[in-house]
């Protein structure tokens, strides 16, 4: 199968990843590097032989509905598109497509590939056929496929980046290092991994996009990002893929950021 | 902190019990306190049960086991903990019998010993500020179980004193704990996160169409050892329910902090979880043996 990936690292080379595994053709594409000319022009060409189109770009819901209008106008009329339901749920991404039928959301969280298992929800839109060669889709990659309701977020991104929300507005609140308030999430809940760690390994503007897109669809104010999220994004300290967010990677090891 | 230190535990509570276990592991005597002798009976076999399984699963030697049941001395009486120099309380979360304690407690030991409260919703600065000497009042927040999670945090009020901390930080390390100096705020940090993780669980249900074992399955499958309902299960609904209540309270109302009706009715069911026979969010598991 020809599958066409856009959208930001970790998510898309990570996804590249498992399908060259599987013996797909993949065009990747990451969302940076469309603002040159050639690549957006590289990236329609591929659009159009393409038999799965898999969106993730959730940094704000203007840059994705910029990059899913220009995937799905230029897909063939037999491929499905697949779309991240970080910063907007499933339903509001078909909407903004010419063909909603054929759109279906999905929702995951890194490290990818060690979770094992994929978040499905198709949109309100989503037809049958589609709904069912996505579900194929996400199984035959080797992901366990649990079948969620469609809403900004889904159900693991929700939570972790409200985790990630509350132990920012703690740590600032009690002047911690991120360090500290990781170390106490981890031996004082049995949290897996740090959420400011977490946080990095997301990306910062992730965060702050999905938290945005509950902030939208829930009105509720425990989804405001802290203001350090945004000044690190500002910044451009976006974690692990920058170099730099609540700890600098520069080095082998993490370090805590100075900042 | 001299190393004969002695430790007092006032209330042998789960808690008190489970905070007992852990400090007995510093190596310093230990006096275990309750009005409640047949609760101090009962806290000693809970306890010598638990090393006997820490050490028969390899998370003490056999010789930490035997040496952490020898450093207790049990009491009704309160006069008891008069040499100790640090007191934890771990009585009932109430402000009126934690602060006529710590009165008495005030008057009983010596003006240098740390008076701490175990209290993880309750303001230590207003626990301390009736006493004569609030510089030496702290808090030593044990996420529960207590015998098990390394974190304590070591709560500073506006009035303690420098030297009083890094004595508790020592101490804590004593334990073979991972202290973390916070202000006197409500939830510290851990109940703040926790807080988030149930919560958040909570209101997913609200969006309709999901189950609490679905929501479980997908944490539990990210890393987490007990996904948001088996954890308020295990922990106590009742519990989970009253720590957010006083959250909320304390904040003055900080919205995200609000209370789910959800959890108020499971507990006004009875259905508290941690092993009662009605449940929790889930059916409670049958007993062994039945």
């Given amino acids: ?259 | 902190m001299p190393s004969a230190t002695m430790i007092a535990i006032v209330g042998a509570g789960e808690l008190g019990v489970e905070i007992a276990q852990a400090v007995a592991l510093g190596g310093w005597p230990v006096v275990l306190h309750d009005t409640d002798e047949s609760a101090l009976r009962r806290a000693v076999g809970r306890i010598s049960r638990r090393l006997e399984k820490a050490a028969r699963l390899g998370r003490l030697s056999a010789q930490e086991a035997r040496r952490a049941r020898r450093v207790f001395t049990l009491s009704s009486d309160l006069a008891a903990c008069a040499p100790a120099g640090l007191v934890i309380e771990a009585i009932q979360d109430r402000m009126g019998l934690k602060g006529a304690l710590f009165q008495a407690l005030d008057a009983l030991v010596s003006p240098d010993a740390i008076l701490a409260t175990s209290t993880n919703t309750l303001s230590v600065t207003r626990l301390a500020a009736p006493t004569r000497h609030p510089q030496r009042v702290i808090g030593l927040h044990f996420p529960r179980p207590a015998h098990v999670m390394r974190l304590v945090e070591v709560v500073r009020t506006p009035t303690t004193r420098q030297d009083i901390l890094d004595q508790a930080m020592l101490l804590v390390r004593g334990f073979a704990k991972t202290p973390l100096l916070v202000d006197d705020t409500p939830g510290l940090i851990v109940n703040r996160v926790a807080q988030a993780y149930f919560s958040e669980a909570l209101r997913l249900l609200d969006g309709g169409g999901l189950d609490e074992a679905t929501v479980d399955r997908l944490l539990e499958a990210a890393g987490f050892p007990m996904g948001p309902f088996r954890l308020m299960d295990f922990l106590g609904v009742d519990r989970v329910l009253e720590m957010t209540e006083s959250l909320y309270e304390a904040t003055f109302h900080v919205p995200r902090y609000r209370p789910q009706p959800r959890l108020q009715r499971l507990v006004e069911a009875g259905r508290i979880g941690r092993g009662n026979p009605l449940g929790g969010f889930f059916p409670a598991p049958p007993k062994d043996g039945s």
């Fill in chain 1, 1 to 259: 199968m020809r599958v066409l990936i856009v959208g930001e690292v970790p998510f898309v080379d990570t996804l590249a990843g498992l399908c060259l595994a599987k013996n797909h053709k993949v065009d990747l594409f990451v969302a940076d590097d469309l603002e040159g000319q050639e690549t957006l022009d590289k990236m329609v060409r591929a659009a159009s032989r393409c038999q799965i189109a898999i969106e993730s770009l959730n940094d704000s819901r203007e840059s994705k509905q910029w990059l899913v209008e220009g995937i799905e106008a230029n897909i063939s009329d037999e491929a499905i598109l697949l779309v991240s339901a970080l910063a907007a749920s499933a339903t509001e991404v078909a909407s903004w497509t010419e063909r909603p039928a054929r759109v279906a959301g999905y929702g995951l969280l890194p490290p990818i590939a060690v979770t094992g298992l994929v978040e499905f929800a198709p949109a309100l839109q989503t037809d049958f056929d589609t709904a069912a060669r996505a579900r194929r889709f996400w199984e035959e990659l080797g992901f366990s496929v649990v079948r969620v309701p469609d809403g900004t977020g889904l159900v693991r991104p929700r939570m972790v980046c409200g985790l990630i929300n509350e132990t920012v507005q703690t740590m600032t609140a009690h002047n911690l290092s991120a360090e500290a308030a990781d170390s106490a999430v981890q031996l004082g809940l049995n949290h897996p991994r740090g959420p400011l760690s977490w946080a990095d390994e997301i990306g910062l503007d992730v965060v702050v996009g999905t938290l945005e897109g509950l902030w939208r669809a829930w009105g509720d104010e425990r989804y405001h990002p802290a203001p350090l999220l945004r000044q690190k994004v500002y910044a451009g300290h976006l974690g692990r893929k920058a170099g730099r967010g609540f700890y600098d990677y520069d080095a082998n090891a993490p370090r805590s950021s100075a900042s």
